[in-house]
């Protein structure tokens, strides 16, 4: 019979188990975090894998008993446990809201249009049973954690606070930048999010795929950065001359391998709404992920932002 894998301990009263879901969005797999002694408290269950969800009951120590389901975002490699997994136990699942909860106009358009989120696939019939106001505390056995609407990877996405430490979901990891991908991604909140985070002194980030982040300040900076030197690329390719959002990302990400290359074309065009909306970028029509796009005001500009 083959052994069940056991969690990993990482601190005082945290405990992680990995989904066995490897990617190229994934990494080795999306972090399943155990919180607590007794009654515990898990932070996205993960994926839909049979296998994930026996580990995991199996894992628990005898007599322990999962209370609360905490969900960071609703996509396929977070959320689909968490409904079983509530069916199995009787705990509540706590987030956010549904997928596309927190859209701005601009995405919430995008969206009625037919523009389908890329990357991990989102999870459209996500549902908790209680949502997470920004800021909300919850209490457990020996156990406390804060909601922190951090949107941007996805309009729902959570952070979750536990004392000095940070589960940051697909906000921030120590192996990749964070994907965003339009419509679920939104670039302007996604940096608005980083800036919320720098401002915090936490101690320990624990995301939800790879290492842990030991230096919070140090990797939040990189990425701020890392998202400005992407728009600086964007801004001198761009010009009189429409570009389309893929001939853009060619030009840039000269060393993206195919596999990613479709991530790299969502993230461009995620760059592009945003500079459009402070009009650093103007689409060359109604905006979608086929538009092109130049440094130069049009006639046609007001209609497409309507």
Same mark, same amino acid.
Request: charge should be negative; include cysteine.
């Given at each position: ?28 797999? $999306?972090?399943?975090? +155990?919180? @607590?002694?007794?009654?515990?408290? &898990?932070?996205? =269950?993960?994926?839909? /894998?049979? %296998? ?115 589960? $940051?979901?697909?906000? +921030?990891? @120590?192996?990749?930048?964070?994907? &965003?991908?339009? =419509?679920?991604?939104? /670039?302007? %909140? ?117």
């Amino acid at each position: 019979m083959t052994a069940q894998p056991a969690l990993t301990r990482l601190e005082p009263g945290l405990r992680c188990l990995r989904a066995p879901n490897p990617s190229p969005m994934t990494e080795h797999g $999306t972090n399943t975090y +155990v919180i @607590g002694e007794g009654n515990v408290a &898990v932070i996205d =269950p993960g994926p839909a /894998l049979p %296998a994930h969800y026996d580990a995991l009951l199996a894992a628990l120590s005898p007599g322990e008993r999962i209370t609360h389901i905490f969900v960071t975002h609703s996509h396929l490699d977070h959320s689909p446990l968490a409904r079983p997994l509530s069916q199995a136990t009787g705990a509540p699942v706590l987030a956010f809201g549904p997928h596309g909860a927190g859209r701005s106009d601009v995405m919430v358009r995008l969206a009625a249009d037919g523009l389908a989120g890329g990357g991990e696939g989102a999870d459209e019939d996500f549902a908790p049973e209680i949502e997470l106001a920004d800021g909300e505390v919850i209490d457990g056995n020996g156990w406390r954690l804060q909601a922190l609407h951090t949107p941007g990877h996805t309009s729902n996405h959570l952070a979750f606070a536990w004392g000095d430490a940070l589960f $940051t979901g697909d906000h +921030v990891m @120590g192996w990749a930048s964070s994907l &965003v991908s339009p =419509p679920d991604g939104d /670039l302007s %909140a996604f940096m608005a999010s980083c800036g919320r985070l720098a401002s915090r002194s936490d101690r320990i980030y624990y995301p939800g795929h790879g290492a842990p982040v030991d230096d919070p300040a140090a990797r939040v900076a990189w990425l701020i950065a890392h998202r400005r030197g992407r728009e600086a690329q964007i801004l001198e390719q761009l010009g009189p001359h429409p570009q389309s959002v893929s001939e853009l990302t060619a030009t840039i990400y000269t060393d993206t391998p195919d596999s990613l290359r479709a991530a790299a074309e969502r993230n461009v065009f995620a760059h592009l709404i945003d500079l459009a909306e402070r009009n650093l970028a103007h689409p060359v029509g109604p905006l979608s992920s086929t538009t092109c796009f130049t440094d130069q005001p049009r006639e046609w500009e007001a209609d497409a932002k309507m």
